[in-house]
């Protein structure tokens, strides 16, 4: 029963009080200033956030160096060779359409539009220093901020380098000045030939015997020692970046038992816990022994002395990592390349990710990614957790799901690299040495810089 009697009203809707000069343009942008804050403290205090849609950086317009590359141009082709005379090992793979040196005059290749804002609106690539024969730029690529240098080392038993059993392989250093100088000289149309840079031999004290990996480490930097013939054993190794260059021996065995050759080493962002990665390099370039362990990973804590295996089940260990944010391991194989004894095809050339837990082992693991040419070396992240590799025509790069994004094309085998910090890299390409520019930023753990 209703009452015909009362009177419908309406309700007013309350006023509003208004700040003068507040709006949601303000309202976003204060939102935005204060979740770019969390992640810069997740990037010190070794907590992560997911990415919001509108914080991912969006394509830009293709940059000069750059070109887009359309895998569907190639999924069916008129021929394919049979292995036999085309496989891992031959010359980087030249696509429909394209001749080498037209891969290489736009070196930057996107096969992802997402890699257009990694590269930025003009990254360049510059050739700085070259070697005849000898591959003086190999691995171990480390920044020192605080001497604004890049070190590398030389290829440890490389038979162009004279090194293995008959001498160490040699640490080295440029300065990260004279190749953003020589990146600007390049841009201004110099010469090839004018575009190098002093390249100095580092003489630690004592001498670091045959490095390989390398990384920072509680302001220094740790390297991986191969060792020489039966009576040096490989062994992780720190050393200070100042003159003069003093070394010390972290560890050297696994319970009195000689490691094969120590090859790549990374720090954890989180626990800041020491991994490295031992395999068989320097018996297949005959200057170790026959192994008496397994290929595995190990986990060193420094604070007491305890080292554990935390995986294993590899042909050849190789490069190491961790993503951003420490969830995730990755990890190369790279057995399909036996050095002195020749390849062997169905063997890996595969990155594999693991999960870390929170008591510092390896868990699930994940092929992340088969790379096309040669091998997977050395490997890094940016801070976005996007894994860049060392491969055999240049650098490849996959978003965290491991989506191919492109190409650093040199047409000729990268081992090892890294950031300097954002905007810059240095790439060890064997017998020559490049800088490169472009808009990602490396992933950097601050207690170790």
Not at 57 to 83: C, E, H, M, S, W
Not at 163 to 170: D, P
Request: aromatic share 12%.
């Amino acid at each position: 029963m209703t009452n015909s009697n009362r009177k419908e009203t309406k309700a007013v809707p309350a006023k509003v009080k208004t700040v003068p000069g507040f709006s949601l343009l303000r309202t976003a942008a204060l939102s935005t200033a204060i979740i770019g804050t969390l992640y810069q403290a997740g990037q010190q205090f070794g907590f992560s956030l997911p990415t919001p849609q509108f914080l991912q950086p969006k394509p830009g317009p293709l940059p000069p160096l750059a070109q887009v590359i359309d895998q569907r141009t190639f999924n069916v082709l008129p021929y394919v060779p049979p292995a036999s005379q085309y496989n891992a090992f031959s010359n980087p793979f030249t696509l429909p359409g394209h001749t080498s040196e037209s891969l290489l005059e736009r070196p930057f290749h996107v096969y992802d539009p997402s890699f257009i804002a990694l590269l930025g609106p003009d990254p360049t690539l510059t050739r700085i220093a070259v070697s005849e024969k000898n591959p003086l730029f190999h691995e171990a690529v480390v920044w020192s901020r605080s001497t604004n240098e890049a070190f590398f080392v030389q290829f440890s038993g490389h038979q162009d380098a004279g090194t293995g059993l008959n001498k160490s392989a040699i640490v080295q250093k440029i300065s990260l000045a004279d190749a953003a100088a020589a990146a600007e000289r390049k841009k201004a149309g110099a010469a090839d030939e004018d575009t190098r840079v002093p390249v100095t031999v580092v003489n630690s004290t004592p001498q670091i015997i045959n490095p390989n990996g390398g990384t920072n480490f509680r302001g220094q930097i740790i390297f991986a020692g191969e060792g020489m013939g039966d009576d040096i054993p490989s062994a992780l190794y720190v050393m200070n970046p100042l003159p003069p260059y003093n070394t010390t021996v972290l560890v050297n065995n696994y319970f009195g038992r000689q490691f094969s050759s120590l090859n790549d080493v990374a720090v954890h962002p989180r626990s800041h816990d020491v991994y490295f990665t031992d395999t068989l390099c320097g018996l297949l370039m005959d200057f170790r022994p026959a192994p008496g362990l397994r290929n595995q990973v190990y986990r060193w804590v420094e604070a007491t002395g305890a080292l554990t295996v935390v995986a294993d089940g590899f042909t050849l260990p190789n490069g190491l990592t961790f993503s951003p944010d420490g969830k995730y391991a990755y990890v190369t194989d790279t057995g399909v390349h036996h050095g002195f004894y020749g390849f062997k095809y169905l063997e890996p050339a595969t990155i594999y990710r693991y999960d870390v837990l929170a008591d510092g082992t390896f868990d699930n693991r994940k092929t992340f990614a088969y790379v096309d040419s040669a091998i997977p070396d050395g490997v890094h992240c940016d801070t976005q957790g996007n894994l860049y590799a060392g491969c055999g025509d240049g650098i490849q790069v996959w978003n965290p799901s491991g989506t191919l994004l492109g190409k650093i094309y040199l047409g000729t085998g990268v081992a090892n690299f890294q950031f300097m910090g954002t905007g810059r890299m240095v790439v060890c390409a064997e017998t020559e040495l490049y800088y490169v520019t472009l808009a990602a930023t490396g992933a950097v753990i601050e207690s170790e810089m």
